[in-house]
């Protein structure tokens, strides 16, 4: 592929981002993120965060996502923290407050497209938990399927992510480059955060169980949409 056509198709993936992170409609910013996901496969390029981050001189970006829940209990927390985790990205959580209503939230922050896929795949998983009923269980025992589904997904993501890595030596020296443009911009933004601790009660071993069995089928193949990928080639 010549020069001129690469950088037009990466002012084009440049673009659909742009359109993703500025839109308010989830419907569009995922369609961006999908269209664009596309572009990359279909034209087999593995871009470096200088192709898609020299925005405004900006590297790093954030991106929130609310949870969907009252509070972050502790499912929320650790299906969040597991897809951070597989999409080499940082999460803070945070509670802001529209007409008087706490909204929990999760804020992602790393580099592109990373960052935009870890968004787009909390807001498709956690929307599965949430949606999962069951009149035979207690609340309590539905927030420990939670636990389980999250947990097993979480596991499947980092799992796949872990040998993506590991394949050239050039993914390798691309994760330890993202590695660092995360850290030092959360050191010079966000430099006095504080860790917390995620309470875990007292799991009913069967409610978690079948949690863990409905993470280990749930599609990981369709985290944006019915129809798209979030990795590209990842399947269930």
């Not at 999760?106 to 968004?119: H, K, Q």
Request: aromatic letters at 8%; charged letters at 25%; hydrophobic letters at 35%.
């Amino acid at each position: 592929m010549d020069t001129e056509k690469r950088n037009k198709i990466i002012e084009k993936v440049r673009k659909l981002y742009a359109l993703a992170e500025g839109t308010d409609s989830q419907e569009e910013a995922e369609s961006a993120v999908l269209m664009a996901q596309s572009i990359l496969h279909e034209y087999n390029l593995t871009l470096t965060e200088a192709d898609l981050q020299e925005k405004d001189g900006k590297k790093c970006f954030e991106h929130v996502q609310d949870t969907g829940t009252r509070h972050h209990s502790a499912w929320v927390a650790i299906l969040a923290n597991n897809i951070a985790d597989a999409f080499d990205s940082k999460i803070i959580f945070g509670t802001r407050y529209i007409n008087n209503k706490k909204i929990p939230y999760i804020r992602f922050i790393g580099v592109e497209p990373d960052v935009s896929l870890a968004t787009h795949t909390f807001y498709y998983l956690s929307g599965v938990a949430i949606r999962h009923k069951d009149r035979n269980k207690t609340s309590s025992q539905l927030n420990h399927w939670k636990i389980g589904f999250a947990d097993a997904v979480g596991r499947r993501l980092i799992a796949y992510a872990n040998t993506k890595k590991q394949e050239t030596p050039q993914t390798t020296a691309l994760v330890i480059c993202k590695d660092e443009i995360v850290s030092d911009y959360m050191s010079k933004n966000h430099p006095n955060l504080r860790q917390s601790k995620v309470f875990m009660p007292n799991l009913d071993a069967m409610a978690y169980k079948e949690g863990i069995l409905a993470g280990e089928k749930v599609p990981l193949s369709r985290p944006i949409n019915e129809a798209g990928t979030c990795f590209g080639s990842l399947t269930a």
